[in-house]
């Protein structure tokens, strides 16, 4: 009987499998894994018509969640947006599929000034989606006196209304940017320092939290809030009332890049939808919509004054120099696993 | 009991099974696969290595777990004990009134649970809001700090379990209290026994039982919290639940999240195990129950 129901269990997946893979009205399906509120819905639709396709998008909120995910073998997808440190994880894993720059002819008008920021400039098996930096959104009517820098979360007035991320590597790399110091470093008395620093900061923060800062500075329960300046930004569009700024020690930037896995059923269709986004009017759009940069030279010139002029999307000369990206450190990463455990730990 | 025939004791076999059968495929091969990863060695990719290892079982004596251990313990206790504080009451209540107050005191306590977990956690956030009404009154009546938050605190957290386990504790309490002869506390009572007295010597023995499960049902799940002390909980409220979903999540260590979780399982089959066994071996010598 066990038997039985186990053959019938592989056969109602094996006909999930098939309509997963032809649409009902017979059009191909392309499947989507990305970061919630990344992409303006509307460029999606203009893809399907293009491409007389059908576009299925699932989100996640972790590049951790995805990664467990797509390694356990879910999904199906056909392109996925992780972190540039995620890409390369997966690269080595050999998850992806090598991107055929014949098919994403726009390759050509990626800023070469970013690349850097990415684990793969050559656009081997990546290609960069868009650059985001973190610092502080906060709200101007309370805290009137903002400084760009760490140290506002040193600032007891604020205590219980503020939020860090809830994030190791973001969280003690804003207190090593804050005392000078490489985000990426691997040296144990840095760290040591890094990690009292957030234990002081801890003190006057209401909770580690990487998701909910958004809702909590639009309805003012947090009134500062360590996040990502796209997420703070389109919160702006809500609430006139909240503001970003950089951190003038410097912070992290990341690439988020887009990637084909290499069981993605419909590779051909993935590179079209990976050209698409750096059409540099489409990514001129994408951009003034999500806040996030699209490193596309074409797109720059696209863009409305308010955006290209906005140092928090598009960074100054000098303060881009002082960011870095968050590099994975493979073994290392335990040091920053034991900082966290002791900050997370400390009364 | 007399034992059973060959024939009932395959009735019996085959009434079990179904229920077995469950309990093997969803909890037992689970819970031991688990236990095995927690033996295995992990990758710097996030994934589970080959070969054996007690490197992460000897990694659990890590500093800041009796802190997270303790404080897991210490609210879920706490929890059991208030929810058995208020769910008795409820459930004397319910188990003396009229059918009709019955049902309705008995949807009134099911109706929660057609709104899904999450959100109500997500309500008690509006509540809790320190910008909101209840924060407002509060500061206006002078209890707390104008610019204080209501959240994100163990208070919050305690507050929240209490609200989440609170049905589970009053369901098993009030089918005990059901089942209870009232006779017996009018019975105390004739005999001159104070109302109170005869309640708490009469009438909470006789539902002994319901107390245990309620206390059970409450306090296991309660170990195990993840998102209460996520989304209302403060930098200092971890539980072990938030650890092992850091471990997974963040550390990309299985090997890890998996020792974490047999803790828990350890801690919470074996006590259990314990007092089965206690039991059997209090009910043997005479024979008969």
Redesign the interface.
């Known amino acids: 009987m066990?038997i039985r129901r186990a053959l019938s269990l592989v056969g109602v997946l094996a006909a999930v499998a098939i309509m997963a893979g032809c649409s009902r009205a017979g059009k191909p399906v392309l499947h989507v894994f990305n970061w919630s509120d990344y992409i303006k819905e509307d460029l999606v639709k203009v893809f399907e018509e293009k491409y007389g396709c059908r576009v299925v998008m699932d989100f996640y909120d972790?590049n951790?969640?995805m990664?467990?995910k797509v390694?356990a073998g879910g999904g199906g997808y056909d392109v996925i947006f992780p972190s540039s440190y995620m890409v390369s994880?997966m690269h080595?894993?050999g998850m992806l599929m090598p991107i055929d720059r014949s098919k994403v002819p726009n390759l050509k008008y990626i800023d070469p000034d970013y690349t850097r920021f990415t684990m793969d400039p050559g656009s081997d098996h990546s290609v960069p989606y868009m650059i985001s930096n973190s610092g502080i959104g906060y709200l101007k009517s309370r805290v009137p006196e903002v400084k760009s820098s760490w140290g506002m979360f040193d600032d007891a007035s604020l205590a219980?209304?503020m939020t860090?991320m809830n994030?190791?590597r973001e969280t003690i790399g804003a207190a090593l940017k804050f005392l000078g110091y490489s985000l990426n470093t691997t040296n144990d008395f840095e760290l040591a320092e890094a990690r009292d620093v957030v234990i002081r900061w801890?003190k006057n923060?209401?909770?580690?939290e990487s998701e909910?800062y958004r809702n909590g500075l639009a309805?003012?329960?947090f009134l500062l809030c360590h996040g990502y300046n796209g997420d703070v930004m389109q919160v702006m569009e809500e609430n006139d009332d909240v503001g970003y700024v950089i951190p003038e020690e410097g912070t992290s930037l990341a690439s988020d890049d887009m990637v084909i896995p290499k069981d993605a059923r419909n590779p051909d269709l993935a590179h079209a939808f990976i050209n698409f986004l750096h059409e540099p009017e489409v990514a001129a759009e994408n951009t003034a919509y999500i806040f996030y940069l699209c490193p596309n030279t074409a797109s720059y010139k696209l863009l409305d004054a308010e955006v290209l002029e906005d140092p928090t999307v598009v960074l100054p000369e000098a303060l881009l120099a002082k960011c870095e990206v968050i590099r994975d450190l493979?073994?290392l990463?335990e040091k920053y696993?034991k900082v966290?455990?002791?900050i997370?730990?400390?009364? | 009991m007399t034992t059973g025939s060959k024939a009932g004791r395959r009735v019996e076999w085959m009434l079990t099974l179904p229920s077995l059968l469950w309990l093997v495929v969803l909890f037992v091969i689970p819970t031991v696969l688990v236990l095995a990863i927690s033996f295995r060695p992990p990758t710097p990719s996030g994934g589970v290595g080959d070969g054996w290892t007690l490197q992460t079982v000897l990694a659990l004596r890590n500093p800041s777990y009796p802190v997270i251990v303790w404080r897991t313990l210490r609210l879920s206790a706490e929890t059991a004990l208030i929810c058995l504080f208020f769910g008795l009451p409820v459930a004397y209540l319910m188990a003396r009134s009229s059918d009709r107050a019955k049902r309705v005191l008995l949807l009134l306590v099911i109706v929660p649970f057609w709104t899904s977990f999450l959100i109500r956690i997500f309500a008690w956030k509006v509540l809790l809001h320190p910008e909101g009404v209840m924060k407002q009154a509060f500061a206006w009546a002078g209890l707390v700090a104008p610019d204080a938050s209501l959240m994100y605190n163990e208070g919050a957290v305690l507050l929240v379990l209490v609200y989440t386990y609170l049905p589970f504790a009053i369901l098993p309490l009030y089918a005990a209290a059901e089942r209870f002869d009232f006779g017996l506390v009018d019975a105390a009572m004739d005999l001159g026994c104070h109302k109170f007295r005869a309640l708490l010597n009469v009438f909470i023995p006789g539902i002994s039982r319901g107390l245990a499960t309620a206390l059970v049902v409450v306090f296991v799940p309660a170990l195990g919290s993840y998102v209460i002390p996520d989304i209302v909980g403060g930098p200092g409220g971890e539980m072990l639940g938030n650890k092992i979903a850091q471990r997974v999540f963040v550390d990309r260590n299985l090997p890890h999240a998996s020792a974490l979780s047999s803790l828990l399982t350890v801690a919470v089959v074996v006590p259990m195990l314990a007092g089965l066994a206690l039991r059997r071996h209090r009910v043997r010598p005479g024979g008969v129950k």
Do not use: C, H, P, V
């Open positions: 066990q972790s951790e969640t990664y467990a390694k994880i080595g894993e219980g209304r860090l994030d190791m801890k923060i209401a909770k580690f909910q309805s003012a329960e493979g073994e990463n696993t966290w455990d002791e997370k730990a400390a009364q």
